[in-house]
């Protein structure tokens, strides 16, 4: 089984082809299902935000897997394959899984040390367990990754003073404008980046907001929640021509606010202050050809790159932690799958043990039933012991197996020597409905969370 993930991000890929291979929430399932039909995918996450497009897959065989994975993505979007091959950064087994790690932790994010990542990994994960496209391997490894950036988060100062793409922007803005606090700003949008960038102007004194969307009622809801007011969308250009500030993050395939309704807002402006636009949005929300129009500072996802965090110095130091944190977990995780195959063999050997121990015991007590306890203890004892002895060296030899690049024949010959093919077959069935349980049960507890 090998880990792949191709990942499209800003290090990668620029706005514009990051904008060619993003999916809409409502693609997401029917492209988890497309993917996983695609030949040597076994397990299959996919992951899209304003930043990044990941695609998780486990296969059996790399190059195979490697290949049909881009060409899923060239067929989705309707992209040369050759195109795809360009912008897609490929790792596979480790460095597919520290790559994983990373992305969860924050520490692949365009601000270091960002949270909001953790939470999409969150619930990409989810999605693709509820449509059955994970298994075994990511069953595990996803739950690994998100408790380690849970546990960085928690146990570092990496988040602290936590900052995301819309703090980013509101931090640009204040450095346009010397009081911020007495402009007026419109946001345009009504999901998750917009309120974490209401959140990030109300913290910073700003009042004056406005929020617009296509969905009214959502508009409604989200700016009472930050005491400001909504406007119906057909009153975008106006409240252009109002704003000083404007942050758009809106789901919009096409662009939402073009050349000419800014050009058209900036001749009712009754300010000469500058207008600044904040396009968060991937696809963008506004025209690039926005940015040649006079007295507009336009910035989109890509620009913010460059903003220059205070806490970058002290994140990178706790960065190195979680780093530490994350090798130790992937150790645990190599160890762990190369022991899948094992480790029902091995409690098949001592199933059988403990029968046969019990079922000689249970004859040696009906031949003499004259022992006392000391004496059934002590005979107990010493038929435990051989027992013990007996499988020690088949326990090493079998644990040593794991790594075997024939390890399943080997393994196959252990179950026949020693007769344990039901009691194997058994306990991978119970461990099946174990582990269904628990991820239902930390499914639950991430959600709490």
Known sequence: MHVIALSLNYRKASVE?????????????????KLREQKSILEAVLLSTCNRTEVYVVSDQVHTGKYYSQKFLADWFNVDFDIIKKITDVKVADEAIHHLYRVTAG???????????????????????EEHT???IFNKLFKEAITIAKRGHSETDISKNAISISYSAVELAKKIYSNVKENKVLVVGAGEMAEQSLLNLTSNGINKVTVINRSQDKAEVLAQRFNGESVPFEKLEEELAKADIVISSTAARNYVITGSIVQSALQNRKTR?????????LPRDVEPEVSNL???????????QGLVDANLSTRKEEAVKIEAMIAESMDSFEEWVSMLGVVPVIQALRTKALNIHEDTFQSV??????MTDRE??????????????????????????????KADARL??????????????????????KNQEKLRARKQELALD
Do not use: C, W
């Open 365 to 370: 007590e009906r031949k003499m039933p004259e």
């Open 273 to 281: 202050e500058p207008l600044v636009l904040m396009d968060l949005a």
């Open 134 to 136: 994970t298994g075994t």
């Open 17 to 33: 082809e990051r904008e060619l291979v993003a999916f809409e929430d409502e693609e997401v399932i029917p492209a988890l299902h």
């Open 107 to 129: 520490l692949e994010s365009m601000v270091l040390g960002e949270t909001q990542i953790l939470g999409q990994i969150r619930d990409a994960f989810f999605i693709a367990q």
């Open 376 to 405: 059934r203890t002590i005979v107990s004892k010493h038929m435990k012991s051989i027992i013990n002895q007996m499988l020690k060296d088949p326990i090493i030899y079998t644990k040593e197996i794991a790594g075997n690049r």
């Open 412 to 433: 196959e010959e252990i179950q026949q020597l020693f007769g344990i093919e039901d009691e194997v077959k058994e306990i991978k069935q119970q461990d099946k409905a």
């Open 294 to 304: 006079s007295n507009i500072y336009m910035y989109n996802v890509d620009d913010l």
